[in-house]
């Protein structure tokens, strides 16, 4: 029987003894809902609480028992949590506290025996935060705290952000940043390692088994359950793109399986769900898709204008704003009705659950609160007319959305390399005489060939074989294209020919046609228009391989075999972590939202149904890893050659590429932190050799993430410290420069949709053309440039989400902005990390000195765009710069 004020600890004191007689120990038990007070078991059987001995008086007793009679050391624990919501600390009660030394008992050479007590909660700490409080009774001869272990004693998850000791040497912090479920969900206690880190072979004996332990969570090896994981399970575990189409809902929706020989692709994030009742190689879609619980989103992006928000709310807003519109389908009347989009806006249904979705994205006019008014995109604010110029088509190859496939010619005459039985004759209609025609004399064909001043952007074998099947969807045509630029003395490209193709098949031949820069009305319109098709092909490629595939979708496989074969204390995993922030989270609601079958990338692209599958033929042919660290991009495109005397080690073939220039100081300064960062803690090549873990996280990348590629000869093999900060090197400029440079200039960009519009509907009035379609063309080109764009329903759920995907989160954390918690620990690694931040506060300095060099055409000068989008640092929202750690939105 228990004392009258001890009785509220009952349930406490049942969970203690199950988990062991120490936890039972008086010194042990708390009371969370006593404000602290300890409790006794009364010892007269019918006393029925008329005990006299206080709980407080009794805990005070049994703590001068155990500090005198084992000569312990007081230590106090503050453990901060971010507050849940709707809740606080003082309605969530206690946690179970285990320190483990990170010493074996000498005696014995096992583990020593944990210290434990049960937290409880104190006054919140800050805003958003509460507090814990716990206090030990420490052996002496204790020695380091090598990991916290904890139980989370109640009914709901917390989110635990740290733990801070008070010992006797000073104060030491565990950074866990890490849910944690409750003990009726999870009953198994969460292990958070000290900031020290340590390679595997130099771990304390005694964290060995937790270090392996805490593994094989991630693995899923200790899961007892089969089936869906549960949103608190933390496994991670690879399975193929089976889940973005949607057969059981619509037989339209089903989609083939990415991932496998028949359409290579990079691995997600497995879920576990049920399969399809009607194609059982699909998974069914019901419900939110899982990821691993430390991967989510926080509750600050969860609940604001970002992500979650944001995909979670497009496919309710969408139609709202689609029955606003009168003809969804049809195009834009005039020009001047695409600007109204910005200045007067588009009157919408009264509907008080719509804008709470869309916070922050429409202006109000004249007070109503039913009027979306898209903000003015950076374009159309600097030079409205500048879209329609060759110069500055020209100049968005190198300095905007898509700066990843301007390419130098190095072949001529072009010429395709698929099968001309299936596809017709494989030969460019582009010829030096036509190009000697259009450079008018400033040098010969010859001459411009041998010094590198022809440029490329090549789309013709890559959408050749989908010609023909996305013209047989409704409202979409398409052509594979190859366009031939110039090289300027004064750096900038000059368009000179655009070849459009549209293959041969049983019922016609092939079609080509070549079109150049015009004199007169016609051939002026049909250039236009060649440069909308153009530049629809660069829109589509740009969001399905340059964004999508080689950022969102090839990380994922790094984040998954990093957390399955690295332990948190794994310094390489330390130093990735950062680059891996809510990733998973991200793709999971694309792969709900955006690329899934009927999604916004199918609805508003010209892929269409066919846009994952796309991406995976360009994977197949052309992604190499190799290829992905920006030097090597450059050098492979023929737009930089190697250079040892040049500053980057290598030399860019157009100086003014502002992409390229911004991008290689970036580059470089990622380099030489990693490079002081690895050769640190692998002062030679045996190290790495010998690193089990980091040998398990690469091989397991190759054979299983990126498995579809994994014969391949040029992935790289981790032999030397410069192997390892080439591959690490690589994926963190992919995570954050490569990342930053393609979405967060998209509304910057694309919100005007005529200056990069995302599907053509019409073919060019003089492809085969009937006598109504000239005579259209004739006596109303701009109609017929109208038609080509994409209809009102894709143009405005278009800018929308390029609004939504553009913008910053309050919550963000950027490049150089704050250092891991581990590395503040250590001050050789703290003093790289800080010239790291040097560097990049001196490479904003650079970007706004190049901003404002007129000489500098590509960046500078009457009504052009800056470059800014590789600045490091943003405030939230729509800026078109900032540079985050990791592929977050």
Known sequence: MFCKEASSSLQT????????????KPSALINPHSAGHRFKVCPRPNHRGRCTVTASKFSDLTDKIVKDRFKKIEVTGIITTKETIGLSASLIGSLLVELISAETDPRTLMEKDPVKDNARSVLFDGPGEDQYKCRFYMPEDFGEVGAIRVLNLELIEIFLKEIKLELPDGPVTFTCNSWVAPMTKDPTKRTFFSNKSYLPHQTPEALKQLRKEELETLQGKNRKRAGEFEKFERVYDYDVYND?????KDPELARPVMGGLSHPYPRRGKTGRKPCRKDPSCESRKGDFYVPRDEEFSTVKGIQFTGTTVLAALPAVLPQIEAALVDPNMPFP??????????????????????????????AVAEANDILQFESPSLLDKDRFSWIRDDEFARQTLAGLNPYCIQLVQEWPLKSKLDTAVYGDPNSLITSEI?????????????????????????????????????????????ASRTLFFLSDDSTLRPVAIELTRPQNVNRPQWRQV?????????????????????????????????WLRTHCCIEPYIIAANRQLSAMHPIYRLLHPHFRYTMEINARG????????GIIESCFWPERYSLELSSDVYDKQWRFDREGLPADLISRGLAVEDKTAEHGVRLTIPDYPFASDGLMLWDALKEWITDYVNHYYPDAKHVMLDEELQGWWTEVRNIGHGDKQNEPWWPVLKTQDDLIEVVTTIAWVASGHHASVNFGQYGYGGFFPNRPTTSRIKMPVEEPTEEELKEFYEDPEKTMLKTFPSKKQATKLMLTLFLLSSHSPDEEYLGENPEASWAHEPV????????????????????????DVSLKNRAGAGVVKYELLKPISKPGLTGMGVPNSVSI
């Not at 004191?13 to 039972?24: C, D, M």
């Not at 001047?336 to 919408?348: W, Y």
């Not at 440029?455 to 409202?475: A, G, I």
């Open 435 to 479: 190009v000697e025609r259009e450079i008018k004399g400033v040098m010969s064909f010859d001459e411009a060939l041998e010094n590198k001043r022809l440029f490329m952007l090549d789309y013709h074998d890559v959408l050749l074989p989908y010609v023909n099947k996305v013209r047989e969807l409704d409202d979409s045509t398409l052509y």
């Open 515 to 547: 079109f150049t820069p015009g004199y007169d009305a016609t051939s002026c319109w049909l250039w236009s228009l060649a440069k909308t098709h153009v530049i629809t092909h660069d829109a589509g490629y740009h969001q399905l391989i340059s964004h």
């Open 334 to 363: 005039h020009f001047k009705s695409i600007e109204d989009l910005f200045e007067e806006g588009i009157k919408l249904p009264k509907d008080g659950g719509l804008f709470p979705m869309i916070p922050r994205l429409f202006k």
């Open 829 to 852: 690694i703290y003093a790289a990390y800080e010239r790291f931040k040097g560097k990049l506060q001196y490479l904003e300095g650079v970007i706004d000195e190049r901003n404002v």
């Open 13 to 24: 004191l049942n969970i203690a003894k199950s988990l062991g007689s120490e936890f039972t």
């Open 591 to 598: 792969r709900q939202s955006l690329v899934n079958a009927g």
């Open 244 to 248: 973005v189409g949607d057969p059981d």
